[in-house]
T-cell receptor
């Protein structure tokens, strides 16, 4: 079974400060990891993914995430937060399989609030 | 526009009724996934179809069913509706391409179902 935990319901950060949104995962084998962002009344939008290779993944809008296998974590980071980054962020995992694609399992979401 | 089309955008219906939600995947995508997003339970995987065949089931109630048609569009049928079924229902599609081109999912903008 695969699962994702986002331990913080909400993260508050001041504009210009660095931000971190935490994610830990559990899969039987090796994971594919994703971050999505959801703005009000919109569907989820892809931010970045980890498939293999470099543990630091860079994505859209200046976001990056670091894959840590030993800690089974995939925290989302940004060096300098913007008010426009305020949204709901979802971490997702899928176990690597040789054939087909299993459904993604999503975390419960973390609401990021960036104060001006 | 993500390329995944969901209709209707909003739906208000009474308890005990039946509704059908429709999803057209992004051009070329063979997989369709349905998710339910409610305030207290985050994003819950319901069911996955691949090229017309059911591939995986998640937390889908027996009152709910889905199918994927030869043109690859999918419908989610919800029957004997209860107040607790009120939620956002998302459809997502994914590409059969190699994993390096895999962005996980492309989400539609969702159908907001309100059961009164």
């Amino acid at each position: 079974a695969q699962s994702v935990a986002q331990p913080e319901d909400q993260v508050n950060v001041a504009e210009g400060n660095p931000l971190t949104v935490k994610c830990t995962y559990s899969v039987s084998g090796n994971p594919y990891l994703f971050w999505y962002v959801q703005y009000p009344n919109r569907g989820l939008q892809f931010l970045l993914k980890y498939i293999t290779g470099d543990n630091l993944v860079k994505g859209s809008y200046g976001f990056e995430a670091e894959f840590n296998k030993s800690q089974t974590s995939f925290h989302l980071k940004k060096p300098s937060a913007l008010v426009s980054d305020s949204a709901l962020y979802f971490c997702a995992v899928r176990e690597r399989v040789d054939t087909g694609r299993r459904a993604l399992t999503f975390g419960s979401g973390t609401r990021l609030q960036v104060q001006p | 526009d993500s390329g995944v089309t969901q209709t209707p955008k909003h739906l208000i219906t009474a308890t005990g009724q039946r509704v059908t939600l429709r999803c057209s995947p992004r051009s070329g995508d063979l997989s369709v996934y349905w998710y339910q997003q409610s305030l207290d339970q985050g994003l819950q995987f319901l069911i996955q179809y691949y090229n017309g065949e059911e591939r995986a089931k998640g937390n889908i109630l027996e009152r709910f069913s889905a199918q994927q048609f030869p043109d690859l569009h999918s419908e989610l049928n919800l029957s004997s509706l209860e107040l607790g079924d009120s939620a956002l229902y998302f459809c997502a599609s994914s590409s059969p391409l190699d994993i390096k081109d895999d962005y996980g999912y492309t989400f539609g903008s969702g159908t907001r179902l309100t059961v009164v």
